[in-house]
C-alpha cells in the first residue's frame, strides 16, 4: 500500500536555526513527490515536484531532495514567516490518486 | 478567475440531508482533483478529473458521495444523507495539464462542512 510518513510532527526552530524535515514514502513506481507549505486556515500551496532519485530543487531558503525511500526539505536560516506546515505527498505512476502525509509543524521563533 | 473558488466556505447541515459543494477551478485547467482534510492531517484524496471524464474514484468513501465536472470546469462534489462522520474541510485543487504530466496544483481556501 502507498504511504507517506512526515517526521517530526512538529519543529521549533530559533531564527537563523537551520534544519531538515523528513518524508518517507512507499510507493509502487513513483510518478512524482510534492512539497507543499499549509497556513492556517488556508489551502496547501505547492512548492516542488521531484520526479527521480538524487534531484533537487530550490526555492529561496527552502532545498528539497529526494532518495529512492525519502525527500528531504531542508530549510536555511529560517525566518518567522516561514512558520506553517510542510505537506509531502506523492503519486503513483498509473494512477492520479495523490497520498499526503500528515504533514510537519514549523515553528520559527524571532 | 484568479484562484481555485469553492462556495459555500461554511456550510452547515442537519444529518440524512444531502449537501452539494461547487468548486469553479482555474479558467484553462485540466485537472480536477477533490479532497477531504481532517484537522491535523493531510489531505485525504476523494477523486479525480480529466476535463469531464472522472478518471479516478477510488478515494470516495461511499456510495453516498459523487462528483460530476459536466463540462470539463466547475464541478460539484455531493453527499446524500449525510453522517456526523462526514464533517470535514473539503478541498477542491486544479492544474493545468493532465496527472500524468504532474503539474503544480492550485488548491481551493476549502468547504468547512459541519454534520449535527
Known amino acids: 500500500e502507498d504511504q507517506v510518513t512526515q517526521s517530526p510532527e512538529a519543529l521549533r526552530l530559533q531564527e537563523g536555526e537551520s534544519s531538515s524535515l523528513n518524508c518517507s514514502y512507499t510507493v509502487s513506481g513513483l510518478r512524482g513527490l510534492f512539497w507543499y507549505r499549509q497556513d492556517p486556515g488556508k489551502g496547501p500551496e505547492f512548492l516542488f515536484t521531484l520526479y527521480s532519485a538524487g534531484e533537487e530543487k530550490e526555492k529561496e531558503r527552502l532545498k528539497a531532495t529526494l532518495t529512492k525511500k525519502e525527500s528531504f526539505l531542508h530549510i536555511t536560516a529560517p525566518k518567522p514567516e516561514d512558520s506553517a506546515t510542510y505537506l509531502c505527498a506523492v503519486q503513483a505512476r498509473g494512477g492520479f490518486k495523490t497520498i499526503f502525509g500528515a504533514g510537519t509543524r514549523l515553528f520559527v521563533k524571532a | 478567475g484568479a484562484g481555485v473558488s469553492q462556495s459555500p466556505r461554511y456550510k452547515v447541515t442537519k444529518r440524512g440531508q444531502d449537501v452539494a459543494l461547487r468548486c469553479d477551478p482555474i479558467?484553462?485547467?485540466?485537472?480536477l482533483y477533490w479532497y477531504r482534510q481532517a484537522l491535523g492531517q493531510g489531505p485525504e484524496f476523494l477523486t479525480y478529473?480529466?476535463?469531464?471524464?472522472?478518471?479516478?474514484k477510488s478515494g470516495l468513501p461511499n456510495d453516498r458521495f459523487s462528483a460530476e465536472r459536466p463540462e470539463g470546469s466547475i464541478s460539484t462534489l455531493t453527499i446524500q444523507r449525510t453522517e456526523q462522520r462526514d464533517s470535514a474541510m473539503y478541498r477542491c485543487a486544479s492544474s493545468l495539464n493532465t496527472g500524468g504530466t504532474n503539474t503544480e496544483a492550485f488548491f481551493g481556501q476549502g468547504t468547512r462542512l459541519t454534520v449535527v
Open positions: 479558467s484553462g485547467h485540466v485537472s
Open positions: 478529473f480529466n476535463y469531464e471524464a472522472q478518471q479516478d
